[in-house]
Each structure stands twice: as C-alpha cells, then as structure tokens.
C-alpha cells in the first residue's frame, strides 16, 4: 500500500522559507512522476511543481517560479519543496502526489496517490 507523508508546513512571515518534505513508503516505481499542489478553501487544487524520472524534467506554476526548488532523494523516495520568499497568497493546503506515469505534470488526475497535506500560513 502506497502512502504518501507530507511534513514541514507552518506558520511564517512574509518573506519567509519553508521547506516541505514529502516521504514515501510502498512506493518502489523506478520511474514516475511527482507533484506539489495546493488548495485554499472553495477554490479547486492547483498544481504548483512536478518532477518527471522519465527526463528529468521539473516544472513549476508561474506564480512560484524563482521563489519554489523542488528536490529529491530517490534512494530514500523522499521529496521536497524549499519555498522561499513567501507571500500571504502562498497560504494554501499543500499536497504531494505521485503517479507511475513518468513525466511532468501538474494535472491533478494524472496523480494516484496523495498525502494527507500540510498547511502552510503566511501571515505578519
């Protein structure tokens, strides 16, 4: 059984860093897809930077990029996202997902697994 483990969401200032971890356990595909999303209340998931085995390939949503580096441990199937210079529009629900399917994409159906989420909070 797959799960998905999502830690390290917090409350922070603007201008602030976080650095999301994302661990998986019964997840042994030699290639496959990651991806970070967020949710705020009434709104639909968004997708916010995946990660592709298949060509290496990381992606992010404009709104983040500069600011997000997603990363990875294969050997320990451990994933993160260090967001740095964080906004109060970043306040989201973050999830991390994972697929078989090996290439980039920030479709939230293209994703079988999830993690439960951790909320992250930018506010002064």
């Known amino acids: 059984q797959v799960q998905l483990v999502e830690s390290g969401g917090g409350l922070v200032q603007p201008g602030g860093s976080l650095r999301l971890s994302c661990k998986a356990s019964?997840?042994?595909?030699?290639?496959?897809?990651i991806g970070w999303f967020r949710q705020v209340p009434g709104k639909e998931r968004e997708g916010v930077s995946c990660?592709?085995?298949?060509?290496?390939?990381?992606h992010y949503k404009d709104p983040v990029k500069g600011r997000f580096i997603f990363s990875g441990d294969d050997a320990k199937k451990e994933w993160y996202l260090q967001m740095n210079s964080l906004l109060p529009e970043d306040t989201a629900q973050y999830y991390c997902?994972?697929?078989?399917?090996?290439?980039?994409?920030?479709?939230?159906?293209?994703?079988?697994?999830w993690g439960q989420g951790t909320q992250v909070t930018v506010s002064s």
């Open positions: 997902a994972a697929d078989q399917y090996p290439f980039c994409t920030l479709h939230t159906r293209t994703y079988n697994y």
């Open positions: 019964g997840f042994t595909e030699r290639h496959y897809a």
């Open positions: 990660f592709g085995s298949a060509d290496n390939t990381t």
